[in-house]
């Protein structure tokens, strides 16, 4: 209780207010833009928190994963972009509800359900997250390998590509952390004698590069893009009758969502899909979706925005991300000297407690900010990608060499925006690459002591329940699909035949 | 957006590149120091790398083996130039990397079709200059020193 209060003084602070006033703004403006989204702006403001305290820089950060997931709605509605992938099936309705004159009504139906979904999902991330650190007490190094292994198992199912692609885009991120002075023996790993690499690769410069270079040279290829906005007489909050029809709706995509944020590395795109398509199944009227049915933005936004607070769980409880942009946050948190996990909740609760109570008011925030703002941050999307594109460069490299002020770090985030453009165009998504660079050392780590402690033995892992339940996990995520494909697809023909 | 498609070169590409470097980077791994068995706690410091290395390169031939079509969108002229551009940007940071970062925003402006002098003019020196002051004032970052940076630091 002592935490939350100080947790929640410690916001109080005009300071860390006026930050979050502007990353909300900030954020809203990133999620606004197509192109950038949560993880690419928070990758490129990283830099930008490395000279603050610890708790402003994370508040920062997680103030602009919230609005910026809020924020891509704004763009799907007016203009059918959506700012973030997580608002791709906000597009589906609510660019025809903006078509037919009710922009306004749209928008304000994505901000109430965002905003809700947002606080139901801070509210389970309170009650969940400490009861996790503290069932991760009983945790050895066995068990903490055993659950990162799941955490990159998940990364399977990342985004649209193929599963095994992200296996491997995964595996390359951890082969990446295993770049540098191997913290076990000390000997030398792929450093080719360059003294800059043997504190191993930075997450920072990766992180840019991936996320901020490789777009650039991705919006390349879609310069000839044109947007057309749809007018907006005024912003109309939605009526008694929109909340009658709409409130299971979100309180269903806001449970769905937290859930598909807590599990590792599932972020907000997965849960908007799955939070659409349940209101799309659960409604009287399914015919309405795809037409303008405000199900539909209830059910995707509600979902996306819960899934903020949900990908928070496991990243503080654990120190394995919940989504992309959680990755980035944990990278922050690692840069600032933090480690996440059990001992962050005993040793600095007013920290952690600080970081929700933030999310809290963000969510608030961005409904007042989305709501009467959204007119004007509409209009930023026809900044010109000529000018955005540069200036973002120019943030990308300045950010990448001003966190250790080493130009090694510039060239890493060069190569990793070419690397990156080239994974995208073959396939290959850039995310579980990035997570499993975050992963990596951890999982080496853990390998290494849980060695030692079972004196090389390493198949005896096995005989702990809490290990073996975790690689049950794996095998289900990684196998799961496919069984699970293959059995319906054999029942099929059954089904259909009506016998 | 053009994309090429098929059992063509474009599906080897990839998987041959990967199983192409990790053969390299699992070379490389052998070459590591090897540590006497009382400091290495549970593993020589090239195992776990060996490890995920075979890894990459049994499901590099998975995907080769398995995923006989592929979709490469084409390369867009556009991002060809910009990445040749990106190259520019690396040789000219040799030299300056606020003079590097000028000229890369202003190629790229004109390149991406704005030829408006007051965008160059924003992108090429406004935006870099106003990024510079921000930086070296308000976080105290010394930028390393070049033909345009002395004319700052002295």
């Known amino acids: 209780m002592d935490a939350a209060l100080s947790g929640l003084l410690a916001l109080a602070d005009p300071y860390i207010l006026a930050l979050i006033v502007i990353a909300t703004l900030g954020g809203v403006l990133i999620g606004a833009l197509p192109g950038l989204n949560a993880t690419t702006g928070a990758a490129l403001l990283l830099p930008f928190t490395i000279t603050m305290d610890p708790i402003p820089a994370i508040v920062v950060l997680t103030t602009i994963y919230c609005s910026a997931t809020f924020a891509g709605a704004i763009t799907a509605i007016l ?9 791709a099936t906000t597009c589906l309705d609510g660019y025809p509800l903006a078509q037919r004159g009710e922009a306004g009504r749209a928008l304000g139906m994505a901000a109430v359900s965002s905003t809700i979904g947002g606080i139901i999902s801070v509210i389970a991330l309170m009650l969940a997250a400490p009861m996790l ?54 000997v ?44 907006m007489k005024s912003i109309k909050l939605p009526g008694r009758a929109d909340y009658v029809k709409v409130w299971r709706t979100i309180l269903r995509s806001s449970g769905i969502g937290t859930f598909i944020g807590i599990l590792p590395a599932e972020g907000a795109t997965v849960a908007s899909m799955i939070g659409y398509n349940e209101a799309k199944r659960w409604s009287k009227t399914p015919e309405e979706f795809g037409n303008g049915a405000i199900e539909g933005i209830a059910g995707s936004e509600a979902a996306n925005n819960a899934a903020t607070g ?36 005993t040793e600095q609760a007013d920290f952690v407690y ?14 007042f900010v989305g709501l009467y703002g959204a007119k004007l941050f509409a209009r930023v999307t026809f900044i010109p990608t000529q000018i955005l594109w540069p200036t973002v460069f120019t943030f990308s490299i300045v950010g990448a060499y001003a966190l250790d002020q080493s130009m090694m770090d510039v060239w890493i985030a ?29 999982l080496e780590t853990r390998l290494g002591q849980s060695m030692v402690m079972l004196d090389e033995q390493w198949w005896l892992m096995v005989t702990r329940p809490l290990t073996l339940f975790f690689f049950v996990l794996t095998a289900l995520a990684l196998f799961g699909p496919m069984i699970w494909g293959r059995f319906f697809k054999q029942r099929a023909p059954i089904d259909s035949t009506g016998e | 957006m053009t994309k090429s498609s098929g059992r ?89 990397l606020f003079l ?45 020193r070049g033909l345009l940076t002395n004319l700052w630091y002295g």
Request: proline letters at 7%; charged letters at 10%.
């Open chain 1, 414 to 442: 060069l190569a990793f925006g070419i690397i990156g453009f080239m994974m995208r165009r073959h396939g290959f998504s850039v995310v579980p690459m990035a997570i499993g660079l975050i992963l990596g050392g951890m």
């Open chain 2, 8 to 96: 063509g070169p474009a599906r080897w590409v990839a998987p041959v590149t990967i199983i192409g470097i990790s053969l390299l980077a699992f070379w490389q791994s052998t070459q590591f120091e090897r540590v006497p068995p009382i400091l290495k706690r549970g593993m020589q410091p090239s195992d776990f790398p060996q490890l995920v290395l075979l890894l990459i390169i049994a499901l590099a031939l998975y995907v080769l083996v398995k995923e006989k079509r592929v979709t490469v969108e084409k390369l867009h002229p556009k991002a060809l130039s910009s990445a040749g551009l990106l190259i520019a940007f690396a040789l000219l940071a040799e030299v300056d």
């Open chain 2, 100 to 144: 590097g970062l000028g000229v890369f925003s202003a190629a790229l402006c004109l390149s991406w079709g704005d030829r408006r002098p007051g965008a160059i003019l924003f992108v090429g020196l406004v935006v870099p200059m106003l990024i510079f002051f921000f930086f070296d004032t308000v976080f105290d970052i010394r930028f390393p």
């Open chain 1, 79 to 87: 203009i059918n972009t959506p700012g973030t992938s997580a608002s």
């Open chain 1, 133 to 186: 650190a503290r069932a991760a007490y009983n945790f050895a190094p066995p068990e903490y390998f055993a659950l990162t292994v799941f955490g990159l198992s998940m990364l399977a199912s990342i985004g649209d590509g193929s599963p095994v692609k992200n296996i491997l885009s995964g595996a390359f991120g951890v082969l990446l952390a295993t770049v540098g002075v191997d913290l076990l023996t000390s």
């Open chain 1, 310 to 345: 949900g990908a928070m769980v496991p990243t503080l409880a654990l120190g394995i991300p919940g989504s992309p942009t959680a990755a980035v946050i944990l990278a922050g948190m690692m840069v600032h000297g933090l480690r996440p996990g059990p001992s962050l909740f």
């Open chain 1, 188 to 231: 030398e790993r792929f450093t080719f004698g360059y003294n800059e690499l043997s504190e191993g690769i930075g997450f920072v410069p990766v992180m840019i590069g991936v996320f901020g270079i490789s777009e650039l040279l991705v919006q390349a290829g879609g310069l000839d893009t044109v947007r057309k906005q749809v007018s």
């Open chain 1, 354 to 367: 600080a970081i929700f109570w933030s999310m809290m008011l963000v969510n608030v925030l961005f409904f």
